[in-house]
């Protein structure tokens, strides 16, 4: 019996059962791999629709020709292989580090025996009528490679053009050039023990690898930007309250050209999201580049992280790959054959009606094929692998929709409760954490694509959490657009105890919203509130970058210095105070600023690296973003497992939360629902969450003008302390106050006048 299968109709019932039967976790073992007594190496792959593959062997990375090529055996289920002893590698010339490729022959280019590297024998078309690309010149990557030796263009050679098909470059040969899989024969580097705290009880900080160091004096100029520098700075981010850091993507990508014009922009790949491997951690992050070392350095940050008690979070592209697309809308042949294109082009990528070119709803070429059961499998086992083997305790999903397609070709269409998508299948085989903490991962979307029915904030199955755009939405247009947007106190409301009407219907729950204000696609948290438009084409190192959204929901409050600073600690604040999971972008503790550029995806640049150094109002700004961070992880009550209910032994509905208007009087649906009202506060009850504090009480008020609030009961014998006052007057580094420092307030209908665009925070004892 195949467990996996049971475990998987269990989960979604007799609906699977016309599913085809998935497999253990690479049962095929796909890769190249040492068997037990190294004495053997063995080679898979997988295609489906090849006629000949070949595995060709390398002694270096570049630069030389092959020492060996193996004809390949075609196996069951379309596996290739290629069994090696040891002993003939090395007697021919391969006793060190072993690299490799393949060379594969389909209908569209049969094999011939009179071919030769670089010739045009056996070729007829560039793709046929089922969507095949095969192209013998190209060398290819392993898809299941562990390592890769190096990008498709370094800073030695930077000629891209020769990876290409069509007329003009299908006949280049790309073996001495291309990147070649490395042959890994294990390491003994510990990961540590990974956290196992609740995703409902994190603060995620959302950063880049390089760009977390690359400024940073404290750490060695040789691990600045690596893997070793990052876990270097464990500590201060444990300091800062951080429970999950969540790095942009790491799995290899393009970027060795980065550093050939460190001037200018140059087309730079500096965020990562167009992956070439879906297993290697990216060389160029290493201090240690040699065979082997991204992957131990890899282990060692993950384990420094772990000893703080930090989870590690990566950000997955499993929608699109650094394949990209057609290299121009009008022409189908020219393509970059890379790997999986090369390998079996209609199972790994989605492709229009007639197969002849990509379907697109990435924006960036064209869509991974995550309806296909062998494309699945690949991401699968890809997760599996950053899981279990290199420490990985959850992922961010980059454009997830497309995990959610239900059709391979000619469509899309988005449907959460087919069994057989991608989003179900990785929630089966990767169960996730459960709500009250232990193992398995956490599973974070980014809940929308390009087109269709692709925006589904809300829509995800079960076991999901979700990056919350409509909460940014709402705290952006409350704060920014007075006057210009409709935001009701009940929008407001619903988004700071945790987006029911979103999450709560299908049975998810308010730590399923990460509730976030900024992400590193769009502006600063400093420049959400000081640009009221985008600035994208200034001078290196601030741009020139292309694209970037327009309708930010952004406002430079007028010019006023102490007016944007306030702006950004209520954005911070609402964050803390929020159910939810509060995400926090790598240097918005700070007040980091990128001068108002919003797309800074090329930016390779110390402009783009987290800065180090402080000025007063950001040290301010960074003992608020502490202190906030500290007040969220000290009560439970801003961290509820449910949706601010519960019921008593007697079958009663007890409240939790409850709202109230400036005036004392509880806030009823028509406050809630009048367009005028722009002063909100609740009251939540700390008492059924054993918090320290038996009750505690936010004001915000998003009108221009001072509001006065009348305090709620706060308990019998308590009165009301007050944590912070988010406006200029309190400003300063002890803004929010330490435990058992708290300002006395008062008690039951004590006035309190909140500044225009304030936030006030009480805890009652």
Avoid at 131 to 143: A, E, H, S, V
Avoid at 248 to 273: A, F, H, M, R
Avoid at 274 to 286: G, S
Avoid at 597 to 603: A, E, G, I, K, S
């Amino acid at each position: 019996m195949n467990l996996r299968r049971t475990a998987i109709t269990a989960l979604f019932g007799c609906a699977l059962l016309g599913n085809p039967a998935w497999a253990a976790i690479n049962a095929s073992k796909l890769g190249a791999s040492y068997d037990a007594t190294k004495a053997n190496v063995t080679f898979k792959v997988y295609s489906g629709r090849a006629t000949r593959i070949e595995l060709y062997l390398y002694s270096t990375a570049t630069g030389t020709a092959e020492k060996s090529r193996v004809v390949m055996t075609a196996g069951a289920g379309g596996v290739w292989s290629a069994t090696i002893p040891v002993t003939t590698l090395n007697n021919q010339g391969l006793s060190g580090t072993l690299y490799y490729g393949y060379r594969a022959w389909g209908p569209n280019w049969p094999y011939s025996t009179s071919w030769t590297k670089g010739s045009a024998t056996g070729f007829i078309t560039d793709v046929d009528a089922n969507g095949n690309r095969f192209n013998p010149n190209k060398l290819l990557t392993d898809p299941y490679a562990l390592e890769l030796s190096h990008d498709p263009t370094t800073p030695t050679m930077t000629n891209g053009t020769i990876y290409a098909s069509g007329a003009t470059y299908r006949n280049i040969d790309t073996g001495s050039s291309a990147p070649k899989g490395i042959v890994l024969s294990g390491d003994t580097q510990s990961i540590g023990i990974k956290p196992t705290r609740a995703l409902k009880d994190d603060v995620v900080y959302e950063v880049h690898v390089r760009g977390l160091t690359n400024n940073d004096t404290s750490i060695a100029a040789a691990y600045r930007g690596t893997y070793k520098g990052a876990g270097l700075k464990a500590a201060w981010l444990a300091s800062l309250g951080v429970t999950a850091v969540e790095f942009l993507p790491l799995q290899e990508t393009q970027n060795d050209t980065n550093d050939v014009d460190p001037n200018s922009n140059s087309g730079d790949n500096y965020w990562g999201y167009m992956t070439l491997n879906y297993f290697a951690p990216d060389r160029r992050y290493a201090y240690d580049k040699t065979p082997g070392g991204p992957t131990r350095e890899f282990k060692e940050m993950v384990k420094a992280f772990h000893d703080q008690g930090i989870k590690v979070l990566v950000d997955v592209v499993y929608n699109h790959t650094g394949e990209g697309g057609a290299w121009s809308g009008t022409d189908k042949t020219t393509y970059n054959i890379y790997g999986m294109r090369g390998l079996d082009n209609p199972t790994y990528y989605s492709l229009t009606a007639d197969k002849q070119n990509s379907w697109d709803n990435t924006g960036v070429g064209g869509n991974y094929n995550t309806r296909n059961l062998i494309a699945q499998n690949l991401i699968i086992d890809s997760l599996a692998y950053w899981r279990d083997k290199l420490g990985v305790d959850g992922y961010r999903f980059d454009l997830a929709s497309v995990l959610g397609n239900t059709c391979e070709h000619g469509c899309f269409n988005f449907d959460k409760m087919d069994p057989g998508n991608a989003l179900n299948r990785i929630v089966a085989e990767l169960p996730p954490r459960p709500a009250a903490g232990g193992t398995g991962v956490d599973l974070i979307a980014e809940p929308w694509a390009i087109g269709g029915n692709s925006y589904q904030v809300g829509g995800f199955p079960s076991g999901w959490a979700e990056w919350n755009g409509a909460y940014r939405d709402t705290v952006r247009q409350a704060q920014n657009k007075l006057g210009s947007a409709v935001v009701t106190t009940g929008q407001m409301a619903t988004r700071f105890a945790g987006s029911s009407d979103l999450y709560g219907d299908d049975g998810r729950k308010p730590w399923h919203s990460v509730n976030f204000v900024t992400a590193h696609d769009g502006f600063t948290l400093k420049d959400l509130y000081s640009c009221n438009v985008k600035n994208n084409l200034q001078a290196w190192p601030w741009g020139p970058s292309d694209g970037g959204e327009d309708n930010n929901n952004s406002w430079d409050q007028g010019g006023i210095a102490t007016d944007q600073r306030k702006a950004a600690r209520n954005g911070m604040a609402l964050m803390m105070l929020s159910a939810g999971v509060p995400m926090i972008v790598g240097g918005d503790e700070a007040l980091r600023t990128l001068n108002c550029n919003n797309n800074p995806y090329n930016l390779d640049s110390s402009a783009n690296w987290l800065g180090w150094t402080r000025t007063t109002d950001q040290s301010n700004f960074q003992a608020f973003s502490k202190a906030m961070i500290a007040f969220r992880k000290a009560h439970p009550a801003l961290r509820p497992a449910n949706f601010y209910s519960s019921v008593d032994n007697n079958g009663n509905v007890m409240e939790q939360l409850r709202w109230f208007k400036p005036n004392g009087a509880v806030a009823d649906a028509a406050y809630f629902n009048d367009s005028a009202n722009h002063a909100i506060a609740w009251r939540i009850d700390g008492s059924e969450f054993g918090d320290s504090a038996s009750a505690i009480y936010v004001a915000h008020n998003a009108w221009s003008a001072q509001v006065n609030f009348t305090l709620p009961w706060p308990g019998t014998g308590k009165s009301w302390y007050r944590v912070t006052d988010t406006c200029t007057w309190a400003e300063g580094a002890n803004q929010v106050r330490t435990p058992g420092m708290e300002d006395a307030i008062g008690g039951e209908y004590t006035s309190y006048g909140v500044c225009g665009r304030g936030t006030l925070v009480l805890i009652a004892k």
